[in-house]
């Protein structure tokens, strides 16, 4: 394999730079919306200084941990064209969760933070239905322990 020297910034990220940040502050904002009044009496601590900073921990480490695989993936087969993955909350996951899972379990024990944590358990459980999801591919391959590039 060729080890190549690997721009890490092109003049087209600047694009992609403000188009992800702008892209995460909206999700956020509507995540906030959702949280604040939606789920009523959700606390304005537990929102703002517990919910909110750990999914700006979970995007930065994301985007920092994407941005390794990338680098990494373009130093080992010496292409040019390799971006990070951007990670950040889904919309349409998050209206899933919130108006499927935590609205009745608010609404049926009246209690938010309950809610809450009904929603970190499905996104638990579903984080380890898509990491099965996406073994088994390589898993069902004969050429599964050859890396793919």
Same mark, same amino acid.
């Given at each position: 394999?060729t080890?190549?020297?690997?721009?890490?910034w092109?003049?087209?990220? %600047?694009?992609?730079f403000?188009g992800? &940040?702008?892209?995460?502050?909206?999700?956020?904002?509507?995540?906030?919306?959702?949280l604040? !009044?939606?789920?009523?009496?959700?606390?304005?601590?537990?929102v703002? /200084? +517990?919910? $909110?900073p750990?999914?700006? $921990?979970?995007l930065?480490? #994301?985007t920092l941990?994407?941005?390794?695989?990338?680098y990494?993936?373009?130093?080992?087969?010496?292409?040019?064209?390799?971006? @990070?993955?951007?990670?950040?909350?889904?919309?349409?996951? *998050?209206?899933?969760?919130? !108006?499927?899972? *935590? *609205?009745?379990?608010?609404?049926?024990?009246g209690?938010?933070?309950?809610? %809450? /944590? @009904? &929603?970190?358990? %499905?996104? !638990?459980?579903?984080?380890?239905?898509? *990491?099965?999801g996406?073994? $088994?591919?390589?898993?069902? /391959?004969? #050429?599964?322990? /050859?890396? +793919?590039y």
């Amino acid at each position: 394999m060729t080890e190549a020297k690997v721009k890490i910034w092109s003049l087209g990220d %600047w694009n992609a730079f403000f188009g992800f &940040g702008t892209n995460i502050l909206v999700n956020l904002l509507v995540l906030t919306g959702l949280l604040r !009044f939606v789920l009523k009496k959700m606390p304005d601590d537990l929102v703002f /200084e +517990r919910i $909110l900073p750990a999914t700006g $921990l979970m995007l930065f480490l #994301s985007t920092l941990y994407y941005a390794y695989l990338a680098y990494n993936l373009a130093q080992k087969t010496g292409r040019d064209d390799v971006c @990070a993955l951007p990670s950040g909350v889904s919309v349409p996951h *998050m209206f899933v969760v919130v !108006f499927v899972i *935590m *609205m009745p379990i608010s609404l049926s024990t009246g209690d938010p933070v309950k809610g %809450w /944590e @009904a &929603g970190l358990a %499905w996104v !638990f459980i579903q984080s380890f239905v898509l *990491m099965i999801g996406a073994l $088994l591919p390589r898993l069902s /391959e004969k #050429s599964h322990l /050859e890396p +793919r590039y």
